[in-house]
Nanobody, 123 residues
Framework: VQLQASGGGSVQAGGSLSLSCAASGRIFSSHVVGWFRQAPGKEREFVATIRWSSASTWYADSVKGRFTISKDKAKNTVYLQMSSLKPEDTAVYYC?????????????????WGQGTQVTVSS
């Protein structure tokens, strides 16, 4: 499966942005599709993920209540709606597909990655 992330941009603190991750190829029902982010000089970190076959979602504590992950299976696309954005949300955001068998927040569980999309939040 190949992933194409889009929707990044620049926004002021408190604003909103929506990211999309379009997948070409089959995503198995047990898989999860997630978002990670990487700020300059920092390691890539988990943001949110969603089970392809159900409504199960997981979020990093830092984004709970502000970000919402969703999917449109007919479009083979996963979305990340981000609101109440903070300067510390500034990063390159990546989408990825993982097996979903173990820790869904662990980067090692993900083996298909899209290119990143830049999100910049100014104060």
């Amino acid at each position: 499966v190949q992933l194409q992330a889009s929707g990044g941009g620049s926004v002021q603190a408190g604003g909103s942005l929506s990211l999309s991750c379009a997948a070409s190829g089959r995503i198995f029902s047990s898989h999860v599709v997630g978002w990670f982010r990487q700020a300059p000089g920092k390691e890539r970190e988990f943001v949110a993920t969603i089970r392809w076959s159900s409504a199960s979602t997981w979020y990093a504590d830092s984004v709970k209540g502000r970000f919402t992950i969703s999917k449109d299976k007919a479009k083979n696309t996963v979305y990340l709606q981000m609101s109440s954005l903070k300067p510390e949300d500034t990063a390159v955001y990546y989408c990825a597909v993982g097996s979903g068998r173990n820790d869904v927040s662990s980067i090692v569980e993900y083996n298909r990655w899209g290119q990143g999309t830049q999100v910049t939040v100014s104060s």
